[in-house]
């Protein structure tokens, strides 16, 4: 069965730092997302992504997050200057096209020392 | 946008004992819910799911919940859980069209089974 994948699976990191979170979504899924989950807090909306574009952030998505689709496979998450309030888990997620379910990696947690 | 509410945040059950961790949702026109299941150490496992039709839907390892519009509510319950159940529960309502559609999950409700 398909699965979206992560690497790496967990990423440390010193504040300032920029860094590269990797996802290779279902490959005939459409749609990508990022979540992020904080320890303790719940699973939170980060960015959607389609047709080559974003299609919604939310307010956490600031100008230190972007996202690129750079090839037909990889789906990536870059921050560009790591804080400490960054530490967290995130989840890519890929969605069909006409389907309401998204299907979830298995994260990348990252730690900003 | 939509909001969810689970109002237990942990649920300690013995083993063969039934369980039912709630969830409610805000109103909405069009209605698509999810539960999601996250064992130690994992990424986000799809339970089951709730877009149209029957109000009671069965999912994955013995699990099953009830869409109650008039109640805004999307419970889970199992009759029998096992050690193996153990693991956090995430509902999650899908809200949105197109691109634009994307899902707002819960705080999540740790079950633990203990035996």
């Known amino acids: 069965e398909p699965e979206v994948t992560q690497t790496p699976s967990h990423q440390v990191t010193q504040m300032g730092q920029e860094v590269i979170l990797r996802c290779v979504p279902i490959s005939n899924h459409l749609y990508f997302y990022w979540y992020r989950q904080i320890l303790g807090q719940k699973v939170e909306f980060l960015v959607s992504f389609y047709n080559n574009e974003i299609s919604e952030k939310s307010e956490i998505f600031d100008d230190q997050f972007s996202v690129e689709r750079p090839d037909g496979s990889n789906f990536t998450l870059k921050i560009r200057s790591t804080k400490l309030e960054d530490s967290a888990m995130y989840f890519c997620a890929s969605r069909q096209g006409a389907r309401r379910e998204q299907f979830f990696g298995p994260g990348t947690r990252l730690t900003v020392l | 946008a939509q909001s969810v509410t689970q109002l237990d945040s942990q649920v300690p059950v013995f083993e063969e004992a039934p369980v039912e961790l709630r969830c409610n949702y805000s109103?909405?026109?069009?209605?698509?819910l999810f539960w999601y299941v996250q064992y130690p150490n994992q990424g986000l496992q799809l339970l089951l799911k709730?877009?149209?039709?029957?109000?009671l839907v069965k999912g994955i390892n013995g699990f099953e919940a009830e869409f109650n519009k008039s109640q805004t509510s999307f419970h889970l319950r199992k009759p029998s859980v096992h050690i193996s159940d153990t693991a956090e529960y995430f509902c999650a309502v899908g809200e949105g069209g197109g691109s634009n559609y994307k899902l707002t999950f819960g705080k999540g409700t740790l079950l633990t089974v203990n035996p």
């Open positions: 109103s909405s026109v069009s209605v698509y």
């Open positions: 709730y877009l149209s039709g029957s109000t």
